[in-house]
């Protein structure tokens, strides 16, 4: 679905992502792990076409989307979630899935209140419906996460780009994110590239796992194999604790 | 046929599938119906008074320039320091094509949308280019630039005492009637632009542009066309706005450069909005009819009304509650509302 063949972006010369090929198939979940600064962030803003790649391609579904603007990008289908939650915060939380609901696929002749219609829908889905008059600025941290999960959803993504959903969320409401995310799939249907810091979801949900460092891919398998790896120990927590064999 | 139905409480009248009621009982009156009423009966009671006449007839013009100013600032998410420049464009063209070439006021109607649209159409790209703080020094040079090529090649322009004599758009016998006329004109006017911009600030088109306006690079992550959207709401509000100035060339038959493109105009124009509240639309009508009253009873003070002036604007915006103007006074908050902001940005 999603092939990236030997992406490389720099800015400066700081080599932020280099060389780095990997695919994600239909209908995977692919966990997107690695230190601080490794460029996971950076390569998410590759896919989606806020940065330009200087080097390699990047295919979603046989199109070649690498330079293409994000609103393009967007309608083939692939959505994402922000790190740091960057509402509308003037708007209401129905108004700002609205927007995703009006323009996150061509809908010519779809009227307002069909739309407000379809983005109650989506609201609903993540338990956000009582809040849909609340000003976005008023939500809390899950209730953003979820305003932003909602917004993603609403655009009918076939592949959904999660940065870091659950950081600051609490283990309960991490588990109820957990839980709404695999149902979310489940009913949408989609393929989910999914970074993370929080080892013990990430574990959970991913079927294979990618490990980036240094903007380079250090290694790529299931969670379990990579769970062991000692070069990602290394990676992690430094060369003392890596266990040589 | 219209179909009239007296019930209860209200009488509606039914035309096809179209349908509209009217409350009998004026404390449920819609206040914008109450408030068009009153503009429609104010010249009536001020009928004698020609200057008054004047002077309100100018308020419905600042409103006009500044509604679409509101529009803008709102679907380009940057502020717009030269608003005038279509004034002048629009002003400008109509009255050397009615007085050179004689072109009729409908045809130098048609002129000024044509001219209007390709310079704001080549414009356009700055919003795409320049961001916040840049946006608003490229848009406040722009009229001075050209208020410059007017003094610059004065046998055309004459940029010091203007043009006079282009043909009136209505010429009664009465010149009292002619006064009255231009204030119906000009409300119109307004009212047209109010009523426009309010459909498309309620439409989905409303909605993309609050998207824009509160953060350009989610919603464009959203699948909202930004680049189309702002290069729609750069060119449309400037041909309205050049529109008011061929307006002014067809009722005051006289039109000068210096009189609306310096700093001055533009100030006012940015005050009635901020007074007015929020870029909020509505706003646009009590602030530019306050500021006009403003400026006509300090004009009687004399040659201190310089400083006057500006210190009772200055006042203005530190008084009124911060952000919500006039309009934010009167009206209460409904969430479901978008209200939006009027920031500067740095990037």
Redesign the interface.
């Known amino acids: 679905m999603l092939e990236i063949t030997s992406v490389t972006k720099t800015f400066g010369g700081l080599a932020a992502v280099s060389e780095v090929s990997f695919s994600v198939k239909k209908g995977e979940v692919v966990g997107l792990i690695g230190p601080n600064g490794a460029g996971k962030t950076t390569l998410l803003n590759l896919i ?1 076409g ?1 940065y330009k790649p200087d080097a390699g391609s990047i295919r979603f579904e046989g199109t070649e989307i690498a330079g293409l ?3 393009r990008i ?2 083939l289908g692939i ?2 979630t ?1 790190q740091i939650p ?1 509402p ?5 939380a129905l ?1 700002g899935v ?3 609901v ?4 061509k809908r010519r002749r ?3 209140s069909d ?1 407000v219609f379809e983005a109650s829908y989506y609201l609903e889905f993540v338990g956000l419906f009582s809040k849909r ?3 976005a600025r008023n939500l809390n941290l899950y209730e953003l996460r979820m305003l932003e999960l909602a ?1 993603a959803l609403a ?1 009918t993504p076939k592949l959904l780009l999660l940065d870091e959903t659950m950081a600051g969320l609490n283990p309960a409401e991490a588990e109820r994110a957990l839980e709404m995310i695999w149902n979310a799939q489940e009913q949408f249907d989609f393929t989910i590239l999914w970074i993370e810091h929080v080892m013990k979801i990430i574990m959970k949900a991913a079927q294979r796992v990618v490990v980036l460092q240094y903007g380079k891919k250090i290694a790529e398998g299931p969670p379990e194999e990579i769970q062991g790896d000692p070069k990602i120990i290394e990676a992690y927590l430094g060369a003392r604790y890596a266990q040589h064999p | 046929m219209v179909k009239l139905e007296l019930r209860r409480d209200r009488i509606v009248a039914r035309w096809g599938d179209w349908k509209s009621e009217w409350v009998i009982e004026p404390r449920y009156w819609r206040n914008p119906t109450i408030a068009i009423t009153a503009l429609f009966l104010l010249p009536l009671l001020v009928q004698s008074y020609p200057h008054i006449l004047t002077m309100i007839t100018t308020a419905n013009l600042y409103a006009a320039i500044a509604i679409p100013l509101a529009l803008q600032i709102l679907g380009t998410a940057r502020v717009n320091f030269g608003p005038q420049l279509y004034l002048g464009i629009g002003g400008y063209t109509a009255a050397l094509l009615n007085l050179h070439w004689g072109w009729s006021p409908s045809l130098t109607f048609l002129a000024v949308i044509v001219v209007c649209g390709v310079i704001a159409l080549l414009i356009s790209p700055t919003t795409w280019i320049a961001k916040g703080l840049y946006f608003s020094l490229i848009t406040l040079i722009l009229p001075l630039t050209f208020l410059d090529v007017t003094f610059i090649w004065g046998d055309i322009f004459r940029g010091e005492v203007g043009l006079v004599g282009m043909s009136p758009l209505l010429n009664f016998t009465k010149v009292s009637w002619n006064y009255l006329a231009y204030y119906y004109l000009s409300l119109i006017l307004m009212l047209l632009y109010l009523l426009v911009s309010d459909r498309i600030v309620r439409s989905r088109l409303g909605v993309n542009l609050a998207a824009i306006n509160e953060n350009e690079d989610v919603a464009r992550m959203m699948g909202v066309n930004v680049d189309r959207y702002k290069v729609v709401c750069y060119v449309f509000p400037s041909i309205l706005t050049g529109i008011v100035g061929w307006f002014i060339v067809h009722t005051f038959r006289t039109f000068a450069g210096v009189t609306y493109l310096p700093l001055e105009f533009m100030t006012k124009v940015l005050i009635i909005v901020i007074v007015g509240g929020r870029a909020f639309l509505y706003g646009a009508i009590p602030g530019a009819y306050l500021i006009s009253i403003v400026e006509d009873s300090l004009r009687a003070v004399g040659p201190s009304n310089y400083f006057l002036f500006p210190l009772v604007l200055i006042l203005l915006i530190v008084f009124l509650p911060r952000g919500e103007g006039l309009w934010g006074l009167y009206r209460k908050r409904r969430p479901r509302d978008y209200f939006p902001k009027l920031h500067v940005r740095r990037e």
């Not at chain 1, 509308?88 to 209401?92: I, K, L, R, S």
């Not at chain 1, 009006?102 to 696929?105: D, E, I, M, T, W």
């Open positions: 989606c806020i603007p994000p609103n967007c309608r959505s994402r922000y960057q509308f915060e003037a708007m209401t108004n609205l927007v995703s009006l323009n996150g696929k779809m009227s307002l739309a008059d609340t000003l917004r655009t």
